[in-house]
């Protein structure tokens, strides 16, 4: 039995896709031999895979991860316990930078358990919650960071200390000219 | 020494969040590729990606290794853009969005310009004319072409059989020549 | 509610239409907010002294934030507004050879989430990523210039 060009055509994406039977397949495969139109046709069915491949691609390439995961750990975040968050906040915070050629200082402050309310969400200061700015993370490339939540006046400051020495180590203390807090 | 995905799959099992941060790395484009290509719309795209993400994880303990860990966020991916669309149904998408962007990016344009002009185009036009489709013909044109799957592992994300999946293939590929035309 | 029930019924209606509406918004994948062209993203530079007191009027509003830091002197410098896309920069020159550069991440429980990367020149200085409410704001500070220090308030709104 011989197909006309009709039912090969109908049969080429499947053909293509590897999913026909050994003797369709067969099939399909000689008549591509003699026909210049469903040769076409299965031209255009490849381009269509192809194109789509390639679009999806290059638009995903230029996704860049951070913003991305940022997004997922803020979900995550927000449903787990408040100790696993304190846990993995620490973590975050106070990790060594991954860069071996820096070694910025990070020291966070954190003023008369401000920032417990980031962490104990609702608690005592439910009303003023929502006017908080929360901080997600902050790098200093190189620089002393402080962070300071007040939630009476729904303040929240993210103080730099420049660190006059350059490469020095780290220097513990905040250099003078910053904030009294 | 590198950590085999088990091993970071049974640290998430027991909540480590950085763990979970490598297979994300290592798995966020290809999610994303594939809800892009069902959702069109980048932020929607992001949204649900992230989301996927997020239930992977908090679903993780479920995950006992009878796929590969990326089949299973995929699936979870695809029936999120299916949800997604069922519950936004936005108006149709006018082609002139999208055309801005090929206009921009003539400038960095490599040896054979025209015949990349054009490629961008159809990619651009294919984008919008897939948008076009309904949820369940989306979901089988962009995992073949994405993953290249087979039509049992769709029919089993989809929950139909093989020759749905073949039937819904064929319908949406003629759906998309007709309206790409001249472009292919 | 007292109020709701003088209102005439086709607006009650409208209302209850409305947040039905809302009830059914994709909850679940957390897309309150779809649909939101841009945010809003001002930038006030301030200079903070300790040479001798002063109040600058035009800062009246934030006194109780800016008292929080303890300067003696707050002198508001410059103000920037930009829209800004979401997941796109906004870039702001910062007085002292200073950009400030603002992306919108998302928004999500009436909060905008801005990563903010402050540089000098072309050096970063400070890379950060803060859950702004919305119509709220955040101070970046500590940058020395004109023998005092300066404080960035950062304020974004959904538009
Ligand atoms: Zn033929």
Same mark, same amino acid.
Not at chain 1, 163 to 171: F, K, L, P, R
Not at chain 2, 106 to 111: A, F, K, P, Q
């Given at each position: 039995m011989t197909r006309d060009c009709e039912e090969i055509k109908s049969l080429l994406g499947a053909w293509l896709d590897g999913e026909l039977g050994a003797s369709e397949a067969a099939e399909v495969r000689l008549h591509l031999q003699g026909c210049a139109s469903c040769l076409g046709e299965k031209a255009r069915l490849e381009k269509l895979q192809s194109s789509l491949k390639s679009v999806l691609e290059a638009k995903a390439s230029q996704l860049a991860f951070e913003p991305f995961w940022a997004g997922v750990r803020q979900r995550i975040a927000e449903e787990r316990p408040w100790h696993a968050r304190l846990i993995d906040w620490a973590r975050a915070v106070l990790s060594p930078p991954r860069l071996a050629w820096a070694i910025p200082a990070v020291i966070i402050i954190l003023l008369a358990g401000l920032s417990l309310e980031q962490f104990f969400p609702?608690?005592?200061w439910a009303l003023n919650r929502s006017n908080l700015a929360a901080v997600e993370s902050i790098d200093g490339h190189g620089f002393n960071v402080a962070l300071l939540r007040e939630s009476k006046t729904k303040t929240t400051v993210i103080w730099l200390f420049e660190?006059?020495?350059? @490469? @020095? @180590?780290?220097?513990a203390e905040p250099v003078s000219g910053g904030p009294a807090f | 020494m590198e950590i085999s995905e088990w091993d970071l799959i049974q640290k998430c099992q027991k909540g480590d969040v950085t763990a979970y941060e490598e297979l994300a790395a290592k798995y966020y484009r290809r999610v994303f590729m594939v809800v892009l290509g069902m959702l069109h719309h980048q932020e929607d795209a992001m949204e649900v990606a992230q989301e996927t993400f997020y239930r992977a994880f908090k679903n993780i303990n479920r995950f006992k290794g009878g796929s590969s860990f990326y089949t299973w966020l995929y699936r979870i991916a695809v029936n999120l853009a299916i949800d997604f669309q069922r519950r936004q149904k936005r108006g149709v998408m006018d082609f002139k969005e999208n055309m801005d962007e090929v206009i921009v990016e003539?400038?960095?344009?490599?040896?054979d310009p025209y015949r990349e002009v054009r490629d961008r185009e159809l990619g651009e036009r294919l984008l919008a004319a897939i948008d076009q489709l309904t949820p369940d013909h989306k979901a089988v044109i962009v995992m073949r072409a994405?993953?290249?799957?087979?039509y049992k592992e769709i029919g089993r994300t989809l929950g139909c059989s093989e020759g749905t999946v073949m039937s819904r293939l064929h319908y949406a590929r003629k759906k998309l020549q007709e309206k790409l035309g001249s472009y292919l | 509610m007292k109020a709701k029930r003088k209102l005439p019924r086709s607006l009650f209606r409208a209302a209850l239409l409305f947040s039905l509406w809302l009830a059914l918004l994709p909850a679940p994948l957390g897309?309150?907010?779809?649909?939101?062209?841009g945010v809003q993203v001002k930038i006030g530079t301030i200079l903070a002294t300790n040479q001798a007191d002063c109040s600058d009027s035009q800062l009246s509003k934030m006194k109780q934030q800016l008292e929080v830091i303890k300067y003696r002197c707050y002198h508001l410098v410059k103000e920037e507004s930009q829209k800004a896309s979401w997941l796109a920069n906004a870039v702001f020159e910062i007085p002292g050879g200073r950009s400030l550069v603002v992306m919108p991440q998302e928004y999500r429980n009436n909060r905008i989430s801005l990563k903010v990367r402050l540089l000098e020149g072309e050096k970063p200085i400070v890379d950060t990523t803060v859950r702004v409410p919305n119509r709220g704001n955040f101070l970046l500070g500590g940058p020395a210039h004109e023998g005092g220090v300066l404080i960035l308030s950062i304020s974004a709104a959904t538009q």
């Open positions: 609702g608690w005592r660190n006059h020495e350059g @490469e @020095e @180590e780290t220097s | 003539t400038e960095r344009l490599g040896s994405v993953e290249g799957l087979s | 897309a309150a907010e779809k649909g939101q062209p």
